[in-house]
Each structure stands twice: as structure tokens, then as C-alpha cells.
């Protein structure tokens, strides 16, 4: 198996529905590959319809598809892990469910980008806006000397030449990661310290790079992003909250090496704000 597709479900039936459905007839690879769901105690079906439906689009695509239940929602670091436990690809690929290809052939481009670079551990693709006229949503993340963080590219239009040229960054979003099964075993999973979302990424991203791996960012590989649709309104999840004490505890682990990088500028770093289009309201996405 070249590939484990790793990704989550909590509720949110509509947007799992449509993005995991697109990853299986959407997806081109250059190897045999399984998806690995694991779902966090759903209660609108979510987790009924992987068992079903997404298991038979899975078997008609030639895509083994198996589904893992959680009694609760037990965060995202724990669920990963248990993913992790059971894939058997050469690569571990993290997506979120509300992500869907831009690119056919997106795995096998993040593993090309990781040959471009001899001490490449990790590669993430250039994130973009599923509305036309498609601006980036993040081309990678660089962390200030303070420790805040910045999206590169966010809002930009996605043929921006500032972010047109495969290179390593300071960090990658998990919401489409790959990286070596090796690797992520002999150096550790996700920390379950950021429950139950936020960070855990830049953590893990974090360890790999004072390893001394680099984290690669190819635009190459474009995927469609929803942006935090898995998140946002989830009433177990205080997501401002968690945001800053899990910022918190990755400020404190990891100031000893992002002070000393030539990361971003604070202004930079403030957040800029993108009106979302209604999930509803977008209908079909081109592929390349």
C-alpha cells in the first residue's frame, strides 16, 4: 500500500459527504491506497454513511475504505493516532473533510515535492477557496519571532508568483499533510496535550523540523478548502478558546527555535478576514 488517507468525521454529514465522496472518485495516484475515517461519535449519520456509502464508492473505485467508531468526540489528536495505528501506506496522508481536489494527481505530487529537497519529512499543497475566482487560503504557514502564526498567501489570487515556487516553510496545516510513515512513528504521532484541535499540526511540524527535517510546501498540489467548517459551531468546541491555550502551549514548546527564525512580521500575522460563500451555495469545482 503506497498510501494512508487519514481523515476525520464529527457531524457535519453534508460537507463529509460531499469532500470524502470527491477524494475517492477524484483522486488519481500512482499506487494502491486506503482511506482510513475515523469518526468521532456522530449524531446526524455521519458515521452510518461511511460504514455504508462511502465504503461502496470506496470498493467501486478500487479504494478500501475502513471506518473507525469513537464513543465521543475525543479530539483530533487521539483519532489521528488511532488511524495511525492501523494504516498500511508507505505515506501517511492527513486531509480534513472539508477538503476535496483541485489537483487529480495530489498525492502523488506531495510525495514528488518531498525528492525535491534532500531533507524534505513533510510536504503540504497550496490550500485555495473553493468560490471563484479561487484566492489561496494558505500556501503554507510562517510563525513570527512571537510566536503568532500567518497563512501565507491567504486571500491572494491563486496565481500570486510569491507563492508559485516549491520550498520549505516553517510549518504546514495538517488539513493536507504527507509524511513518511517512518518518520511520523520513529518521532511520535500527534500530541494529544492540544485537545482537541489546534496546533497539534505546528507541534508535530515542529519536532520533525529540530529533528532536522524540512517541511515542504509545493503549489504544485492545489486542493479546495471549505476553511474550518469542521469546527465552527461544533457546541463541544469553544474555538476562540481553544485557539489561544493551545497557541499558548506551542509559544511556550517551541520559542527556543521560531525567535530565532526569520519568520514573518507581526502585521503579517493578523488575521485576515475572508467572508465565506454558504456550503450550499457552491456548486461544481474544476479539476486539473
Same mark, same amino acid.
Given at each position: 500500500?503506497?498510501? @494512508?488517507?487519514?481523515?476525520? @468525521?464529527?457531524?457535519?454529514?453534508?460537507?463529509?459527504?460531499?469532500?470524502?465522496?470527491?477524494?475517492?472518485?477524484? @483522486?488519481?495516484?500512482?499506487?494502491?491506497?486506503?482511506?482510513?475515517?475515523?469518526?468521532?461519535?456522530?449524531?446526524?449519520?455521519?458515521?452510518?454513511?461511511?460504514?455504508?456509502?462511502?465504503?461502496?464508492?470506496?470498493?467501486?473505485?478500487?479504494?478500501?475504505?475502513?471506518?473507525?467508531?469513537?464513543?465521543?468526540?475525543?479530539?483530533?489528536?487521539?483519532?489521528?493516532?488511532?488511524?495511525?495505528?492501523?494504516?498500511?501506506?508507505?505515506?501517511?496522508?492527513?486531509?480534513?473533510?472539508?477538503?476535496?481536489?483541485?489537483?487529480?494527481?495530489?498525492?502523488?505530487?506531495?510525495?514528488?515535492?518531498?525528492?525535491?529537497?534532500?531533507?524534505?519529512?513533510?510536504?503540504?499543497?497550496?490550500?485555495?477557496?473553493?468560490?471563484?475566482?479561487?484566492?489561496?487560503?494558505?500556501?503554507?504557514?510562517?510563525? @513570527?519571532?512571537?510566536?503568532?502564526?500567518?497563512?501565507?498567501?491567504?486571500?491572494?489570487?491563486?496565481?500570486?508568483?510569491?507563492?508559485?515556487?516549491?520550498?520549505?516553510?516553517?510549518?504546514?496545516?495538517?488539513?493536507?499533510?504527507?509524511?513518511?510513515?517512518?518518520?511520523?512513528?520513529?518521532?511520535?504521532?500527534?500530541?494529544?496535550?492540544?485537545?482537541?484541535? =489546534?496546533?497539534?499540526?505546528?507541534?508535530?511540524?515542529?519536532? *520533525?523540523?529540530?529533528?532536522?527535517?524540512?517541511?515542504?510546501?509545493?503549489?504544485?498540489?492545489?486542493?479546495?478548502?471549505?476553511?474550518?467548517?469542521?469546527?465552527?459551531?461544533?457546541?463541544?468546541?469553544?474555538?476562540?478558546?481553544?485557539?489561544?491555550?493551545?497557541?499558548? *502551549?506551542? =509559544?511556550?514548546?517551541?520559542?527556543?527555535?521560531?525567535?530565532?527564525?526569520?519568520?514573518?512580521?507581526?502585521?503579517?500575522?493578523?488575521?485576515?478576514?475572508?467572508?465565506?460563500?454558504?456550503?450550499?451555495?457552491?456548486?461544481?469545482?474544476?479539476?486539473?
Amino acid at each position: 500500500m503506497l498510501y @494512508s488517507l487519514i481523515t476525520l @468525521s464529527y457531524n457535519k454529514l453534508a460537507c463529509t459527504r460531499r469532500c470524502l465522496s470527491a477524494l475517492v472518485t477524484d @483522486s488519481v495516484a500512482d499506487g494502491p491506497w486506503e482511506l482510513i475515517v475515523v469518526d468521532n461519535g456522530s449524531t446526524d449519520g455521519s458515521g452510518a454513511w461511511c460504514d455504508t456509502e462511502l465504503a461502496a464508492l470506496g470498493a467501486a473505485h478500487g479504494v478500501p475504505v475502513t471506518v473507525l467508531h469513537n464513543p465521543g468526540n475525543v479530539g483530533c489528536s487521539f483519532a489521528r493516532n488511532r488511524a495511525v495505528a492501523v494504516a498500511r501506506g508507505e505515506h501517511l496522508v492527513f486531509a480534513d473533510n472539508d477538503v476535496t481536489p483541485r489537483t487529480r494527481r495530489w498525492m502523488p505530487g506531495l510525495r514528488e515535492a518531498l525528492g525535491r529537497f534532500p531533507r524534505a519529512g513533510m510536504a503540504g499543497a497550496k490550500m485555495v477557496y473553493p468560490w471563484q475566482p479561487y484566492p489561496i487560503q494558505c500556501a503554507g504557514v510562517g510563525i @513570527s519571532r512571537r510566536g503568532h502564526v500567518c497563512f501565507r498567501g491567504r486571500g491572494e489570487p491563486i496565481d500570486d508568483p510569491r507563492f508559485a515556487r516549491a520550498e520549505p516553510v516553517q510549518c504546514l496545516i495538517s488539513a493536507c499533510l504527507l509524511i513518511p510513515a517512518a518518520l511520523l512513528r520513529e518521532h511520535g504521532g500527534f500530541d494529544e496535550a492540544f485537545h482537541p484541535v =489546534q496546533f497539534e499540526d505546528f507541534d508535530l511540524v515542529y519536532r *520533525l523540523r529540530q529533528a532536522g527535517y524540512q517541511a515542504v510546501y509545493t503549489p504544485d498540489v492545489e486542493m479546495y478548502h471549505f476553511e474550518s467548517v469542521t469546527t465552527q459551531g461544533t457546541p463541544t468546541v469553544r474555538n476562540a478558546a481553544v485557539v489561544v491555550r493551545n497557541g499558548l *502551549l506551542f =509559544q511556550r514548546r517551541w520559542r527556543h527555535l521560531f525567535e530565532r527564525e526569520d519568520g514573518p512580521d507581526e502585521e503579517a500575522c493578523r488575521w485576515r478576514k475572508i467572508d465565506p460563500v454558504p456550503f450550499d451555495a457552491i456548486g461544481a469545482l474544476p479539476l486539473f
